[in-house]
C-alpha cells in the first residue's frame, strides 16, 4: 500500500522568510496529493491540492509542487507570517475505480514562524 | 450545515470496555473515513467507506469495526479498549476521490 514520508519534523523561520516541506510517496498509482494545515487543538484543513497532470500549482503565497517521476512532491509557503505556523500534513491517494480514495498522510510538520 | 460532526468530543474508558463514536456528515458526501492522530504519527487510516453500504480496511484497523448506517452517518466500535487505543480520533468526509475532505473536529480517547 501506499506509504507517505514528510521532512521535516520541525521548521523553524524568520517572519517573511520562505518555509519548504517535502513529501515522498511509494505507489506509483497515487494521483491526487493534498496538504492539510492543523493548529492547535483544530481540525485539518485543506489549505491546496494538487493532481498528477499538473506539476505546479499556486495559491497567493502557497505553491506546491510535484514530481511524478521521483515520486515527490513539496509545499512552499513564501513570507511567511506568525499565523501560519501550525502542522501541516501531506497525503497522497490513488483515486480507485469506485471513486473512493484511500488518503494517506505523512507525519507531519511543525512549522514555527518567529516574529 | 454543520459539515461534519463527532460525538463525543472527549471519553474516557477503562480496558476492557465498549464504546462507539459516533460520526454524520451533511454534504451529502459518498465517501467516509475514520483516522486515529498520535503524536508524531500524523494521521492514520483506520477504516473507510467509498460509499453507503461499503467499508473498507484502512492501515490500522485492529481493533475496531466499523458501519456505514446510511449515506449521512459512519461509525466507529472499539469492542474492547487497550491503552495503545488512547488517541485523538478524526471523522472525515469527502464528495469523491480526489476532492477535498473534510473533517470532524476530533473525539480524544483515552483508555485507562
Known amino acids: 500500500g501506499e506509504n507517505v514520508e514528510q521532512h521535516p519534523s520541525t521548521l523553524s523561520v524568520q517572519e517573511g522568510d520562505s518555509a519548504v516541506i517535502k513529501c515522498t510517496y511509494s505507489?506509483?498509482?497515487?494521483?491526487?496529493f493534498p496538504w492539510y494545515k492543523q493548529e492547535l487543538g483544530k481540525r485539518p484543513q485543506l489549505i491546496i491540492d494538487i493532481r498528477s497532470n499538473v506539476g505546479e500549482k499556486k495559491d497567493q503565497r502557497i505553491a506546491v509542487t510535484l514530481n511524478k517521476t521521483a515520486k515527490h512532491f513539496s509545499l512552499h509557503i513564501t513570507e511567511t507570517q506568525p499565523e501560519d505556523s501550525a502542522v501541516y500534513f501531506c497525503?497522497?491517494?490513488?483515486?480507485?475505480?469506485?471513486?473512493?480514495?484511500?488518503?494517506?498522510f505523512g507525519s507531519g510538520t511543525r512549522l514555527l514562524v518567529r516574529p | 450545515n454543520a459539515g461534519v460532526t463527532q460525538t463525543p468530543k472527549f471519553q474516557v474508558l477503562k480496558t476492557g470496555q465498549s464504546m462507539t463514536l459516533q460520526c454524520a456528515q451533511d454534504?451529502?458526501?459518498?465517501?467516509m473515513y475514520w483516522y486515529r492522530q498520535d503524536p508524531g504519527m500524523g494521521l492514520r487510516l483506520i477504516y473507510y467507506s467509498a460509499s453507503e453500504g461499503t467499508t473498507d480496511k484502512g492501515e490500522v484497523p485492529n481493533g475496531y469495526n466499523v458501519s456505514r448506517l446510511n449515506k449521512r452517518e459512519f461509525s466507529l466500535r472499539l469492542e474492547s479498549a487497550a491503552p495503545s487505543q488512547t488517541s485523538v480520533y478524526f471523522c472525515?468526509?469527502?464528495?469523491?476521490?480526489?476532492?477535498?475532505?473534510?473533517f470532524g473536529q476530533g473525539t480524544r480517547l483515552t483508555v485507562v
Open positions: 497525503a497522497a491517494s490513488p483515486i480507485r475505480m469506485d471513486s473512493s480514495y484511500k488518503l494517506i
Open positions: 472525515a468526509s469527502s464528495y469523491t476521490g480526489g476532492t477535498e475532505a473534510f
Open positions: 505507489d506509483s498509482a497515487s494521483n491526487y
Open positions: 454534504m451529502n458526501h459518498n465517501s
